[in-house]
């Protein structure tokens, strides 16, 4: 019996691009959130692995759903996320659709439109966002904007790594469209430098991007607990300062990912403009003088 965790990549919640389970996030949480994640993180490294064939990633997708769903104890990780849920009496919905954007990175090479890509990450990052918002107790009413948040996050690790995806997986996400529009060729992320041609498609959607995680700014505002809110200014900044970097830089030639102090000026600058905006929207209003 193969078990998935052997097949891990070696990166951790400590190795991504946004906070995971965080000193921020309240202890009570960070259990199951970090069962979701070794959960989610393992079937990603199955759907990415080097030299799996395609039956035999799909045959560990469905082994993982079919545990995680309580047919079997064989995979720590999908028994993990089943039993932190059950004490929480929430349902593995998210999990669940995590696993469709898998299916689909192990059989879907390339995507022909931004919808095509929007509905990817419909699998991929919303379902994390929501996951996040129902362990916090936040109403559905909020989805919208933490669905946008997380699908420009996931397009902005796309055009971070897209050189790597190409080349390691020949996987491409940049639509074929936006490819075909800027007279851009998929072979040319095989390059070590961008064309003008491709930098045009890639600075595009960085910009494209940049809209989408606008519709999300009213996140923190929306949630009510102060730790998640918090913890959302923080992925906030860093996607906009990574998708500020996309609009400029090359990707295949330049930095687009953020260093570790990087990484904490935003952390605490997101934090600080949390508890600022928190305050102001605490302000009582002052009541008329005596008389006006």
Not at 244 to 252: A, I, M, N, T
Request: charged share 25%.
């Amino acid at each position: 019996m193969t078990i998935a965790s052997e097949l891990r990549s070696g990166k951790t919640h400590r190795d991504e691009n946004f906070p995971v389970a965080s000193w921020i996030i309240h202890p009570k949480h960070r259990a199951l959130i970090l069962a979701f994640y070794n959960f989610v993180r393992t079937a990603d490294d199955i759907a990415d692995h080097a030299t799996l064939g395609a039956p035999e990633k799909l045959a560990l997708l469905d082994l993982l759903e079919s545990e995680l769903l309580g047919k079997g104890d064989t995979q720590p990780e999908a028994v993990n996320l089943r039993r932190a849920l059950a004490e929480r009496s929430m349902p593995p919905r998210h999990a669940l659709d995590v696993l469709i954007a898998f299916r689909m990175d192990v059989t879907k090479l390339r995507y022909e439109n931004w919808d095509e890509v929007i509905h990817y990450c419909r699998y991929s990052a919303m379902p994390v966002g929501r996951f996040m918002l129902d362990v916090h107790g936040e109403s559905t009413s909020t989805w919208a904007a933490s669905d946008a948040l997380c699908a420009g996050l996931q397009i902005n690790n796309h055009l971070q790594d897209c050189g790597k995806d190409f080349r390691d997986l020949n996987r491409v996400y940049l639509p074929r469209d936006a490819l075909a529009s800027a007279g851009a060729s998929v072979e040319e992320l095989g390059q070590a430098r961008s064309s003008p041609a491709l930098l045009r498609c890639l600075h595009a959607l960085a910009l494209r991007t940049e809209a989408l995680l606008d519709e999300s700014k009213s996140l923190g505002a929306e949630v009510r607990d102060f730790r998640l809110g918090c913890e959302i200014s923080v992925i906030q900044a860093f996607a906009d300062k990574i998708v500020g970097l996309l609009k400029v830089r090359d990707p295949l030639s330049e930095r687009v990912h953020l260093g570790a102090v990087e990484l904490l000026t935003h952390s605490l600058g997101g934090i600080a403009g949390e508890i600022g905006r928190r305050a102001v929207g605490r302000r009582p209003v002052s009541k008329p003088a005596a008389g006006a």
